[in-house]
């Protein structure tokens, strides 16, 4: 092979390369192009997805505070029935004692 052919060759494997270098970005451009129309429905599902996200936020923030009340007066609620439950227990206390006075005055007369 003499000079002007190597050239020739070169000059040849060198403007393959470059036209299939060429044709992958085209190829490459046409699959990854985005539409208007798509950049618009990307735009309203991000839209959306920002709003359901301050739903949610502010869902949970109102189930917080809804716990809070409930746990508070839940434990109202059990301060409540202990004391009745104690006011109880000294209502049976007195009530004994009242009944053994009773029963002591009884015998006692009998």
Known sequence: MNRTEFIIA????????FATGWFANW???RFTRVNQSDVGELDRMSQ????AEETRDQAITYLQQREAELTNQLTQTE???RAAMDGLRDARHDADELRGYVERMKAGRG
Do not use: N
């Open 27 to 29: 190829l490459v451009h």
């Open 79 to 81: 301060a409540e029935l």
């Open 10 to 17: 070169t000059a040849i494997i060198l403007f393959v390369a």
């Open 48 to 51: 959306e997805l920002h709003e």
